[in-house]
Every structure is written in structure tokens, then in C-alpha cells.
């Protein structure tokens, strides 16, 4: 799991449909209280990532919950997200 942060590209692959892979850009990361759950939610999402797929013309915006097992799910469906690191980054 690596720290994700406004602006990083992401590559994501759901874990049943492995050779489907989405890449995209992470518009905010997002707390429980920020995205105005109550304290139960903390038993089972740590944070959320508000995304925009590159190849999506009409700039719509994907929520990805990190939920608290460490597992990442899009739309109700795990995925495994990887940073995607320019020619600059480590």
C-alpha cells in the first residue's frame, strides 16, 4: 500500500478481471468527516480517493475506498492499485 496524494497517477486492476487495467488520476483523498460519514463508518473504511479515469471524456469522478483490512474497492469490487511513477520519481 503506498501514500497517495492529489495528482498521483494511478494504474487499477480489479481482482477478478485481472487483464482489465484502468489508469488514472487521483483528484482528493477524503477522511470519513470529510465525506460527512458518522464515526461507525471508521470500523470499516480508513479513507477514500475521489479518481478520474484518463480515458473518460466527460471528466466523471470514481470514489475507491481503502477500506480498514487494507484492501482498496471500487464500485463494491476489489482492486489492487499501483502508483504509476514519472521519469523524476523514485
Not at 471508521?42 to 479515469?53: P, S, T
Amino acid at each position: 500500500m503506498e501514500d497517495l496524494f492529489a495528482g498521483d497517477r494511478i494504474s487499477l486492476t480489479f481482482d477478478d478481471i485481472p487483464g482489465d487495467q484502468i489508469t488514472a488520476t487521483v483528484s482528493r483523498t477524503l477522511s470519513d468527516k470529510e465525506e460527512g460519514l458518522g464515526p461507525e463508518i471508521e470500523d470499516y473504511i480508513a479513507y477514500w480517493l475521489e479518481i478520474r479515469g484518463e480515458r473518460d471524456t466527460c471528466g466523471a469522478t470514481n470514489n475507491v475506498v481503502l477500506m480498514t483490512n487494507g484492501r482498496y474497492s471500487l464500485d463494491g469490487q476489489f482492486v489492487t492499485i499501483r502508483k504509476i511513477h514519472g521519469i523524476d520519481s523514485p
